[in-house]
């Protein structure tokens, strides 16, 4: 189980250390020598924080302490733990931890933490005990940790915080009441890819999220649906047999998703349905992963030809693959130039282009774009004749947009509410709908 | 240096070190530097020439990034360009960027070579300084083949400026270190060593170092130096504070010259010219003199000068060990500085005093200080210090003070340092054994150690205690009164449960007429520590108590009702099961005579060196281990082992020696852990006990040492030869055997080929791993015999046996043996070991029958002198002749019976096949029974052979 949890800024000075068991930091008494919490603290600083090489894995192992840390913007958190934990577990609880901390005061940054000190250690105290992860619901959280001074609660209102923490729905209160029943629903897709310089898709994968804003009275009971291929098929399989071929063109295979704790498993597993009492606010309802039959949104076709050993003439060509109808926006494609640049000249139709010199590469813009569109980009580039033979690596080209459809092909079929015991229908609820497809690590090789 | 003119400082190099100083995080940095270096780039592209300035200032920046730790690869021409400059700034940032930054890149090389060899031929000192130094921090052996020719001459050129002969100095001594066959000095040595009589001080100073170091490699080509550095020497010392002006320290004359001159001298012996020998003492005599004098100065500074030169001339006194005068002299200032304030003072006294201690002139006057140095072990608060502290007493410890010094360092042991604790230890059990005149006070100083300091007593300690009491009758019933004494505490260390377990198991009776320590007492004390111990202690008490039956039947039926509890007899560790079983069985069977025989005293063992000094020299080793003293290590242990065994034939297992006997396991003298290597050997022990017959059917495997962990693989064993011999009349047996593994071995041969089955099994509990095999063929050997081993498993689980099939083909007539080497790890040990194949050319003799008529017709046929072999020898066995007979089959050739007249003798017949050709051979053998002597004649057609089968033969009979 986790030993301690430490968070530091940029510089590696420790901004919040907790600790939950006191094997943590022995091992590394021995190495050097000194008080023992203050090593692990130190050992991860001077391994992974000032390592000379950039430390990549989220994992480290020093002196048979395992450190698991996530970055936030300048700020590390790190899991310190000597025994053989399960690592997604912890992962899981860091960014549930990253979750919380956003939920209360907002972007994590130095100042933000330091400015809330008392309220992390207070969180900690809660969400972590001995070691185990406790209840880490936002929701519940905020029920008893507030940030206002302490208003003083009457006794009952105590005991219903506590009989809703320790009881079956610890994520939702009883008693909410709304004038107006909504509900927003967002499909948040982030598409990855890498492609030859051919055009042969060598990876791809979305991983998606829906994330829902629910503001329902009472204790409803939801009910979502999808286009999940195995619900079609089984439905198909019920219906009619001609219906199965159209079916089977819209519908997707999920490889594999998780859902938040308020959906019941057990009805998922049996009948693959997806019921469940909402939390108030938000919450991320489901996260799922698809690899097949992906919309790529965009083909990026690059050219680059190598004139002498002093220059270098690259042309990007981008296509939009999708209704012409539709807007891509945001779109930035980044074209790598080698490290002895010494010169660029870039032409293009549309958009702003620039050669970053901080960033060795040549970064273009473009505000909006319709689909089944074509755009292009020329430049030149001028080298400095090196000492050494090593030759330029051709890092990929990578692409940054957004667009208003899920690339998965997801569709949400219904999304019902039953609320038996207040007197409001599935149709007095307004809900909202949003597809917003963004891209991952997107990118073409040259 | 001249100084940096306003124009020089480079402001843009001031704002872009500023701007990547505030970033503020990883990503800002390398965000600035990418762009910085875009900007170089850009400007070095550019079409224009820069100029002087701005081309060292981004050279600069380059520089500042390359420190940063990013990857420069362009800017080395400009940088080369620099070096061409006539300005000083540019130059220096020129060679400063090549000495940071140099590859050996071919071309640029060349360049950079010509650019400094510009500069050294300039009449310009600070060029030639910069490239001095440029060579000197480059230090490559590029640089060395360049310039190792040129430098000496700049050096003891007439006209070269004074700073420039300083780094010419410095530059020839690194090139020196780097590659000193480069350097060759030979004409210039003469020179070099005058250049202690340079004016200039610095010059002096230089090429103090640059001779040291010369003069250690071969000091008999700077021997002139000797008389010139005690010249410069008392000059330096006769001087007046003021005489030297720039290189006057703090009142203190040329301090660094002086030490350097000094650590000089200590690469030489004592000067053998007396009129320089006597100025040399006068030096020593005034330094030690200045020492006692009031300090003209309260600065630090001005002490730390003046008693680095004490100490380094104290150093030399030490060295020489020859002036009696100076050695006590010296002993007394550094007893004045035992007491100083300064704790880095007191360190350094100690450290000198305890190499005066080892010198006989100065052995006594370091004894006067013995209180100041108890007390310092006492006192003193650096950690450090104490530790030289204790070394000091070591080193002074004699008979005379030896009662005196362990009482101290055993009272320190209470309160002694975690880190420094063992060595204290192994430094008390030491100076016990060493210094002890009467062996109780030996004995209930080891106990007291124990005591004290259990958990650092190492198993050498107590080991060497038993073996001394063993050895000594006069001390044994003191040692067993104490030892149950010390046992009487309520809670007493492992260590000394062993010690007492062992002692009271041999010598309890010695204590068993008070009737405060009956037998009855004794074991039951015995027993009352037995449930807190660990499983080797409680194998060993068990091993105790069967020794407490034959002491005290008494005691039998209670050492039996505990030999018989489920705890004992149904544990779930083996060895202890198992002791208990056969124990419990061998006091129920046996005989009181049996018991008596089988359980005896142990006998004295072999004197030898102290296990524990080899342990302290092991500690004392020059930072890490080396593994030749772990080996040598290694091998004490085996032969300490070796001596256990010896003693076994009165031990509890009589019979068989090349099982490791539980008595030598009871001593647990072992290298490897005791409880697993003991199981195996516990296996034979109730068949060995009851049955006098062992395995050993071959002599040698009783001879073979435990201690066959040779490093060489080259070398076989030195029984190997012996070995081979045992297989030459006999193609089956075991080959080889020692505690951990047995080689057996079984072969046929038909005409020139042969095949071979090596058997090798894993006696102890433990698994072999990464075992491998390897057969060569040392020399000629390998054109003579074609051998193809096929690969042995690498893992052998314990107790297991793996096989491993060897071809032989014989190509020609060969004498020697080929190699087998066995290396495996056992127990995290490499274990390698080598041993000779028993392959000889007799192996591959095809009988030929014959009539005497045949044989004597041949046997005249080869009667060249060289086809002869003939060897008269005395016989090692008795001659009979039934066993001559089967040896002489075993040989391979055919026994012709009713051959010679004399019926006494014997005549053998035979063919040896090789690929290449067939070799007749006959012999003939004629034993003298009164002389008990042997004559034998081998006749065949090849010379080589005649002569080998001659030298094989003569050792079987």
């Known amino acids: 189980m986790i030993g301690g949890l430490f968070i530091y800024n940029h510089k590696g000075e420790v901004l919040i250390s907790r600790v939950y068991r006191d094997d943590i930091g022995w091992a590394l008494i021995s190495s050097t020598g000194g008080r023992s919490r203050r090593n692990a603290v130190d050992a991860f600083r001077v391994n992974v924080i000032h390592a000379r090489q950039q430390v990549r894995s989220p994992v480290t192992n020093i002196a048979r302490t395992s450190f698991f840390h996530v970055k936030r913007s300048n700020i590390w958190l790190a899991a310190v733990t000597k025994q053989n934990v399960n690592a997604a577990m912890v992962f899981e609880f860091l960014y549930k931890m990253c979750d919380v901390m956003t939920a209360y005061f907002g972007k994590i940054s130095e100042e933000n933490i330091k400015n809330n000190f008392v309220l992390i250690y207070e969180l900690l105290d809660e969400i972590l005990d001995f070691g185990y992860p ?74 998606g999220r829906v994330v829902m804003k629910s503001y329902l009275s009472g204790m409803p009971e939801c009910k979502f649906g999808m286009n999940d291929k195995i619900v079609i098929d089984k439905q198909g399989k019920g219906g009619t047999t001609d219906d199965s071929g159209k079916s089977g063109k819209q519908s997707i295979a999920i490889d594999d998703c998780t859902f938040h704790q308020c959906v019941r498993l057990s009805k998922f597993d049996s009948e693959r349905s997806i019921s469940f009492i909402p939390p108030d606010g938000e919450y991320e309802l489901m996260r799922y992963r698809t690899t097949k039959d992906i919309i790529l949104p965009f083909r990026v076709i690059p050219l680059v030809r190598e004139v002498g050993r002093t220059k270098l003439e690259v042309k990007v060509v981008i296509k939009s693959n999708f209704k012409p109808s539709l807007l891509a926006q945001k779109i930035e494609v980044r074209i790598p130039t080698p490290l002895n640049t010494s010169g660029v000249q870039v032409i293009c139709m549309k958009g702003k282009a620039k050669y970053k010199a901080s960033e060795n590469a040549i970064v273009w813009k473009i505000k909006r774009m319709a689909g089944m569109k074509e755009s292009q980009i020329s430049a030149e580039i001028e080298l400095l004749p090196t000492n050494d033979k090593k030759k330029w690596a051709r890092p990929p080209i990578s692409m940054n947009f957004e667009v208003p459809f899920a690339p998965s092909g997801l569709k949400v079929r219904y999304l019902k509410v039953f609320e038996p015991k207040l007197n409001y229908s599935d149709h007095d609820v307004i809900k909202w709908v949003r597809y917003i497809g963004r891209s991952g690590i997107y990118e073409t090789r040259c | 240096m001249p100084a940096v003119s306003k124009g020089d400082g480079m402001r843009g190099l001031a704002v872009f070190i500023s701007d990547i100083r505030n970033c503020k995080s990883k990503e800002a940095e390398i965000k600035r530097i990418n762009k910085e270096l875009a900007n170089i780039r850009s400007k070095f592209k550019g079409d224009k020439a820069l100029d002087g300035y701005s081309k060292k200032k981004y050279v600069c920046k380059l520089l500042f990034i390359f420190l940063l730790g990013h990857d420069i690869d362009f800017g080395h021409m400009e940088a080369v360009n620099l070096l061409s400059s006539n300005k000083y700034t540019e130059k220096q940032i020129g060679y400063l960027f090549i000495s940071v930054l140099v590859n050996s890149n071919s071309e640029l090389i060349r360049l950079i070579n010509n650019a400094i060899k510009n500069d050294l031929s300039s009449r310009n000192p600070t060029f030639m300084c910069l490239a001095l130094h440029c060579i000197a921090n480059v230090g490559s052996r590029e640089m060395a083949e360049a310039f190792a020719g040129e430098i000496p001459r700049i050096l003891v050129a007439g006209d070269t400026m004074d700073s420039v002969k300083q780094s010419a100095a410095l530059c020839l001594l690194r090139l020196y270190k780097t590659s000193p066959d480069l350097v060759l000095m030979g004409e210039w040595t003469s020179r070099v060593v005058h250049l202690l ?43 007046a504070s003021t005489d030297l002006q720039d290189y006057t320290y703090y009142f203190v004359p040329a301090p660094w010259l002086s030490c350097k001159l000094l650590r000089l001298l200590q690469c030489y012996p004592p000067p053998e010219d007396g009129a320089v020998k006597g100025r040399l003492v006068e030096c020593l005599e005034t330094i030690l003199n200045k020492a006692q004098e009031p300090p003209k100065s309260k600065k630090v500074q001005h002490s730390n000068a003046k008693n680095a030169i004490l100490f380094e001339a104290i150093s030399l006194i030490i060295h020489y060990d020859s002036e009696p005068n100076l050695l006590v002299r010296a002993c007394n200032q550094l007893g004045q500085f035992l007491q100083h304030r300064e704790t880095n003072l007191r360190y350094l006294a100690l450290e000198s005093m305890c190499t005066l201690a080892s ?38 410890c004699d008979r005379s003070n030896a009662k005196q010094i362990v009482a101290e360092m055993l009272s320190y042991l209470e309160t002694a340092d975690y880190s420094i604790r063992e060595e204290m230890v192994l430094k008390v059990a030491i100076l016990a054994e060493k210094y002890a005149v009467d062996y109780s006070w030996y004995v209930d100083t080891i106990l007291n150690l124990i005591r004290i300091a259990g958990d650092y007593v190492s198993e050498e300690v107590w080991y060497r205690v038993i073996q001394i009491v063993i050895n000594r009758d006069d001390v044994q019933g003191y040692a067993a009164k104490t030892v149950f004494e010390a046992l009487q505490a309520p809670a007493c260390h492992e260590n000394m449960v062993k010690v007492g377990g062992y002692i009271l198991g041999e010598f309890g009776n010695l204590i068993a007429g008070d009737p405060r320590s009956s037998p009855l007492v004794q074991f039951n004390l015995l027993h009352s520590k037995f449930h807190l111990c660990s499983v080797p202690t409680r194998a060993l008490l068990l091993s105790a108590y069967i020794k407490f039956i034959n002491l ?113 396991d009871l001593l647990g003298l072992r290298t490897g852990p005791p409880v697993t290597a003991a199981a195996p050997s516990a296996g034979s022990l109730l068949v060995d006990v009851f049955s006098e017959a062992g395995v050993n059917d071959d002599g040698f495997l009783s001879s073979a040492p435990p201690s066959v962990v040779s490093e060489d693989p080259a070398t076989p064993l030195p029984e190997s030869n012996e070995l081979l011999n045992k297989f030459v009349c006999k193609n089956n047996g075991v080959l080889f055997e020692n505690q951990l593994l047995q080689i057996g071995i079984k072969s046929e041969y038909r005409q020139n080929l042969g095949r071979m089955y090596l058997f090798y099994g894993n006696k102890t509990s433990v698994q072999f ?19 193809q081993s096929k690969p042995v498993e690498p893992l052998i689980e314990g107790g297991a046996q793996v096989q491993q099939v060897i071809n032989i083909e014989c190509l020609t007539d060969f004498s020697d043996a080929p190699l087998l080497n066995i290396k495996f790890r056992y127990g995290g040990a490499l274990q390698n070991l080598t041993l000779k194949l028993p392959v000889t050319i007799n192996k591959f003799f095809q009988p030929t029958e014959m009539a005497s008529h045949d044989f004597f017709q041949r046997w005249k046929q080869l009667s060249l002198p060289q086809q002869e072999a003939q060897k008269i020898f005395k016989a090692n066995h008795a001659m009979d002749t039934e066993v001559l007979k089967a040896k002489l089959l075993g040989l391979g050739m055919a026994l012709l019976e009713n051959v010679d007249p004399n019926p006494e003798n014997f005549v053998c017949a035979g063919v040896i096949q090789t690929k290449a050709q067939q070799v007749g051979s006959l012999l003939r053998l004629e034993p003298n029974a009164q002389a008990q002597m042997y004559r034998l004649t081998v006749r065949s057609s090849k010379d080589t052979v005649s002569k080998r089968l001659c030298e094989l033969l003569a050792e079987q009979f």
Request: proline share 3%; hydrophobic share 35%.
């Open chain 2, 769 to 787: 791993i990464t075992f491998t095999t390897t057969v060569t063929c040392p020399g000629e050997l390998q054109s003579q015999l074609n051998v």
């Open chain 2, 197 to 239: 009589n340079d004016q200039h001080m610095g010059v002096v100073t230089a090429a103090i170092s640059l001779i040291t170091c010369l003069s250690q490699k071969n000091p008999d080509e700077f021997k002139t130096c000797v008389s010139l550095a005690v010249s410069r020497l008392s000059r330096i010392v006769s001087s």
């Open chain 2, 552 to 664: 005290f039947p008494e005691t039998k039926s209670t050492i039996q009702e505990v030999l018989r509890s489920d705890s004992q007899i149904r544990n779930s560790d083996v060895e202890l099961q198992q002791r208990a079983v056969e124990y419990l069985k061998l006091s129920s069977i046996a005989s009181t005579d049996v018991l008596a025989t089988v359980l005896e005293e142990m006998p004295p063992f072999p004197e030898r060196e102290s296990s524990i000094l080899a342990k302290l020299k092991k500690k004392k080793g020059p930072g890490a281990v080396s593994v030749n003293e772990l080996e040598e290590g290694k091998r004490e242990g085996g032969e300490l082992n070796g001596g256990g065994e010896r003693g076994d034939n009165s031990a509890i297992a009589a019979s068989n020696a090349s099982t490791p006997s539980p008595s030598a």
């Open chain 2, 359 to 396: 010198s006989e002139f100065s052995h006594e006057a370091v004894k006067t200080h013995i209180e100041t140095v108890i007390n310092a072990l006492k006192t003193e608060r650096d950690v450090s210090v104490r530790q030289r502290a204790a070394d000091l007493l070591y080193a002074m």
């Open chain 1, 134 to 207: 406790q209840n880490s619901e936002t929701g519940a959280l905020k029920t008893f940790i507030t940030q206002q001074g302490i208003k003083s609660q009457t006794k009952e209102e105590q005991s219903q915080i506590t009989s809703q923490v320790t009881g079956q729905i610890g994520w939702r209160r009883e008693g909410i009441k709304y004038r107006r029943n909504e509900l927003f629903l967002d499909v948040l897709e982030s598409v990855n890819l890498l492609m030859s310089p051919q055009g042969q898709v060598l990876s791809a994968h979305v991983s």
